[in-house]
């Protein structure tokens, strides 16, 4: 099956930038998402990337994507304790709008 | 706009009851929905994929007589545990898409299931 992994845990400080990183395993791939779960609650989508794009900004985040190494980042500058939650990265698989989403990664944001 | 709604929110039954769970687009019609289920402190495992008018799609090991989905028109699909047990405990959630082929995933709340 396919796999997308993250890594389980990251603490920033306030104000600091916050870098989450996901490597993905299908290259056919078209969209690259990333969501946001805060406890309790259902997926809230953040943004997403084209397959064929490297960089793409929308306000605090930058989506940067590693097509060749099958990698994605997410970068969300002067992080907030409201950005606490569950970030997960997803990968569409091209059939019927399916996605497989990543392992998780808990965003802890200290004072 | 592209809002999904769930209800109940939470619910708690007896061993061997059966729980529906509905799933609404409020304000655009879904043509694909999907159930999801969530055990603490994992990811999301896709369950069922329907199409409104049509037999659910289930992943492999996913009972289709333990979790019936029915997907009766563009703005509701319900999943039913049917003779639940303390095992089906988790969190359900469900997403819609639209009608382009390029729509992405909205999201429900989520549905949180106790059996005891």
């Known amino acids: 099956g396919e796999d997308v992994e993250q890594s389980l845990f990251l603490s920033v400080r306030e104000g600091d930038s916050s870098v989450i990183n996901c490597t993905y395993t299908?290259?056919?791939?078209?969209?690259l998402y990333w969501y946001k779960q805060e406890p309790g609650a259902g997926l809230q989508l953040l943004t997403y990337?084209?397959?064929?794009?490297d960089m793409k900004q929308d306000q605090r985040l930058t989506v940067l994507l590693n097509k060749k190494d099958k990698h994605l980042s997410l970068r969300i500058a002067d992080t907030q304790t409201g950005d606490s939650a569950i970030y997960f990265c997803?990968?569409?698989?091209?059939?019927?709008?399916?996605?497989?989403f990543g392992t998780g990664t808990r965003l802890q944001v200290t004072l | 706009g592209a809002v999904v709604s769930q209800h109940p929110s939470w619910v708690i039954c007896k061993s061997g009851t059966s729980v529906k769970i509905e799933c609404r687009s409020l304000?655009?019609?879904?043509?694909?929905m999907f159930w999801y289920r969530q055990f603490p402190k994992q990811s999301l495992m896709l369950m069922a994929t329907?199409?409104?008018?049509?037999?659910?799609?289930?992943e492999q090991g996913v009972e289709k007589d333990k979790f019936l989905i029915n997907h009766a028109s563009l703005t509701l699909s319900t999943l039913t545990v049917t003779s639940a047990h303390p095992e089906d405990s988790s969190f359900y959630i469900c997403?819609?898409?639209?009608?382009?082929?390029?729509?992405?995933?909205?999201f429900g709340p989520g549905t949180r299931l106790t059996v005891l």
């Open positions: 997403s819609a898409t639209g009608t382009a082929s390029t729509d992405t995933q909205y």
């Open positions: 299908d290259s056919s791939s078209t969209y």
């Open positions: 990337i084209f397959s064929n794009m």
């Open positions: 997803a990968e569409d698989t091209g059939t019927a709008s399916k996605l497989t």
């Open positions: 304000d655009f019609q879904a043509t694909t």
């Open positions: 329907s199409n409104e008018g049509s037999k659910a799609t289930y």
